[in-house]
């Protein structure tokens, strides 16, 4: 390969690159644009793992001694085998015992208090709860092999709820982690455990652009919703 061609083909390397570090969505402006990047993470998802998702999330007890819970759903055609899978904040996480399935269609939900645990409700206590942050905090989900099942990072902005009040994912199909798939629960009682969510509604609308701009040979775009970027060498 001579010089000219060595050079034309890391320009292209380098125009590649420049593509896909600037095709990064902030989570909190939805926002597309270019900038440093220290650390890349890429965490595979095991066969029937990426069908088990966060769906509701209280973190806000309403009193002491009353439960804060996690709720997740299976959004696939088969059975998955919970047993020795971890739910974790961003500091601890608890594992969750054998014999526990969900199955197609299904809640399960998981607390930090036994009072209000039932197992024949689905309902599971565990013990060494992560306790998650009234101010923001990681919910996160792991297979047993420990494989990211699902994950998202709440902040104060997602919504604010009231204390005893839960947040609902909108639609299981859409990203976790853009706070607009997320509402707060409008049930009586302020959250709907192994129900379906009052916020349930699936996403068909197409994400609107707010804005494009050009900026040092690059272009900015900042949509109204989390977009999934494909093909980006094309």
């Not at 804060?68 to 971890?86: A, H, P, R, S």
């Amino acid at each position: 390969m001579n010089r000219m061609l060595k050079c034309q083909l890391a320009n292209r390397l380098l125009l590649l690159a420049m593509i896909i570090i600037s095709a990064i969505i902030l989570p909190t402006e939805n926002e597309v644009f270019a900038f440093g990047v220290e650390r890349v993470f890429l965490e595979m998802q095991a066969e029937n793992s990426e069908q088990v998702v966060i769906n509701e999330l209280l973190y806000r007890r309403r009193a002491a001694g009353e439960p804060e819970f996690v709720e997740i759903f299976n959004t696939g055609t088969t059975e998955v085998d919970l047993g020795g899978w971890k739910l974790s904040d961003s500091e601890k996480g608890a594992t969750i015992p054998e014999g526990i399935t969900l199955y197609p269609g299904a809640y399960i939900v998981f607390t930090d208090q036994r009072s209000f645990s039932d197992p024949s409700a689905s309902i599971h206590y565990l013990p060494s709860w992560p306790g998650f942050s009234n101010a923001g905090d990681a919910v996160v989900l792991k297979n047993a092999e420990g494989v990211l099942a699902d994950s998202l990072y709440y902040q104060l902005d997602w919504g604010r709820p009231k204390a005893g009040v839960s947040i609902e994912r909108k639609d299981p199909s859409a990203i976790s982690i853009d706070s607009s798939n997320w509402s707060l629960s409008s049930a009586p009682f302020g959250s709907t455990p192994n129900e379906i969510n009052t916020a349930f509604r699936i996403d068909r609308e197409s994400p609107q652009i707010r804005f494009v701009r050009l900026m040092n040979d690059l272009i900015h775009i900042a949509f109204t919703e989390f977009v999934e970027l494909t093909d980006l060498a094309r």
